[in-house]
């Protein structure tokens, strides 16, 4: 039991290093260039998997831990971008952990990523109008969800192909 509880705890820290690596390694890619404020959501591959294998809980842990520790080396906690990061966060993992756990014989991890993907821009955009104080920025959300449907595609995609190729019954052992 305790062999378990320790090979959990070094899988999910394991997650969340990768969200931080993968969040790093968007930070270089130029999207933002072409839709200010547009991220593709690399980090995001993390937390799905850790919802998929571990659960919701696990899932959520990674993906705070990842947004805490990577703000904090970033420099941004507490920031305008801090706040931006957690609402999107929050709001495409809560949606994308209902549609897995209540409806994912009708949806793929590719779906799935897609709704997390549109949610977490929904979300960003409702803390940046309170933030901000103007309903105008829900104008931008169209151009958004250009830019999310397909990288949800591309998170869902490497997503499925990852879990296609993790060691036999690993999602059973903890899922």
Do not use: C, W
Not at 18 to 33: C, D, K, N, R, Y
Not at 98 to 125: D, E, P
């Amino acid at each position: 039991m305790k062999k378990n509880r320790v090979k959990t705890i070094v899988l999910l820290g394991l997650l969340i290093s990768v969200g931080m690596v993968l969040h790093v390694v968007e930070s270089l890619i130029p999207v933002s260039h072409f839709v200010p404020g547009a991220k593709l959501g690399l980090a995001n591959i993390a937390s799905l998997l850790g919802l998929i294998i571990f659960g919701f809980k696990a899932g959520f842990l990674i993906l705070f831990f990842r947004i805490m520790l990577g703000s904090l080396l970033a420099g941004t906690f507490l920031s305008f971008n801090f706040f931006m990061s957690v609402s999107g966060g929050l709001a495409g993992y809560l949606l994308m952990s209902l549609t897995y756990l209540y409806a994912r014989k009708y949806f793929s991890f590719i779906g799935i990523s897609i709704i997390g993907a549109v949610f977490h821009n929904i979300g960003q955009i409702i803390t940046a109008s309170f933030i901000i104080g103007s309903t105008g920025l829900f104008y931008y959300l169209p151009y958004l969800t250009l830019l999310a449907i397909p990288a949800g595609i591309m998170i869902g995609l490497i997503v499925d192909f990852t879990y296609n190729y993790l060691p036999p019954g690993l999602a059973g052992d903890y899922h």
